[in-house]
């Protein structure tokens, strides 16, 4: 599996946008990228998954270069209700998975 | 609403006692994932299995079991419990084995005293 760096904690402002960036140097072919959200005391839950350029959803939208050596969560005009711990997964979407998780990025909404 | 239903909510036990914590899945969902969280500490990842077998496993200590039963619901079986296994345990399920969207359940809050 490879392994993803994120940024400990972030900071931001009601609504702002947010981009969170997980960066995945040992990416394989096969791989995906997934990002997850953990609220306090709650199970995560799948926001948006990805292989290659764009990928937008209700919720977020998830860049992804070229080069797949690193990737970026975007959070449009973000809310309170949006702090959260964010988690940035890469691994085969056809293997047998476990889903490993790292630390995630702490992301605080201020008023 | 997940759709995935861990019992107990809570669970307050003294320090050498087994408890079992219970998981169903998704309807349909074959595949079942446990994790521990303890307190500030990122998710570990225990164990997997799919359509009753194991899968996959993480970080299990050897006090810990689980197993998938025939209607898909799992079970994780916590034994000789030290004060350092109080964690929220959660329960994960998906469609099939891969690394597909998974659902989580609302967790099993463990204290030991």
Redesign the interface.
Known sequence: LAKTTQPISMDSYEGQEVNITCSHNNIATND?I?WYQ?FP??????II?GYKTKVTNEVASLFIPADRKSSTLSLPRVSLSDTAVY?C?V??????????????TKLSVKP | D?G?TQTPKHLITATGQRVTLRCSPRSGDLSV?W?QQSLDQ??Q?LI?Y?NGEE????NILERFSAQQFPDLHSELNLSSLELGDSA?Y?C?SSVD???????????T?LTVV
């Open positions: 995906y997934t953990q005391s709650q199970g995560p839950r799948f998954q988690y997964l691994g085969e979407k056809r293997s047998q998975g476990n889903l490993i998780f790292g630390k995630g | 997940s995935v994932y994790y990122g998710l990842f997997q799919y899968r996959a496993k993480g929220l959660f994960a084995r891969t690394n597909t969207e998974a659902f989580f359940g609302q967790g809050r």
